[in-house]
Nanobody, 123 residues
Framework: QVQLVESGGGLVQAGGSLRLSCVASGVFFSRSLMGWFRQAPGKEREFVAAISWSSRSTSYTDSVKGRFIISRDNAESTVYLQMNSLKPEDTADYYC????????????????WGQGTQVTVSS
């Protein structure tokens, strides 16, 4: 049974930082594409970042480039999202996902999803 469990969300002031973690089990993590998506209240879920199994390839949505960093530790079956210089518009539920391929911003390329962790950025 595949399970993805996110943690690290919370309330932070604008300009602050948070580090999200996602621990995977039941999936061949070291060969999985991993991604982070987010969904703000009243909005559709959107791509945030992705990382290939080897960490050689990463991609980000334009709004987080230069502020967020995705990384992974295959030995710990964990993917991270370091979020710096947070803005109120980053407020959302953040989800990690596992899929196949090198990188993808398309949620349909991801087969497994976590339950999400809430991030709230106050102004």
């Amino acid at each position: 049974q595949v399970q993805l469990v996110e943690s690290g969300g919370g309330l932070v002031q604008a300009g602050g930082s948070l580090r999200l973690s996602c621990v995977a089990s039941g999936v061949f993590f070291s060969r999985s594409l991993m991604g982070w998506f987010r969904q703000a209240p009243g909005k559709e879920r959107e791509f945030v970042a992705a990382i290939s199994w080897s960490s050689r390839s990463t991609s980000y949505t334009d709004s987080v480039k230069g502020r967020f960093i995705i990384s992974r530790d295959n030995a710990e079956s964990t993917v991270y999202l370091q979020m710096n210089s947070l803005k109120p518009e980053d407020t959302a539920d953040y989800y990690c996902a596992a899929g196949e391929g090198t990188t993808s911003f398309n949620e349909h390329d991801y087969d497994y999803w976590g339950q999400g962790t809430q991030v709230t950025v106050s102004s």
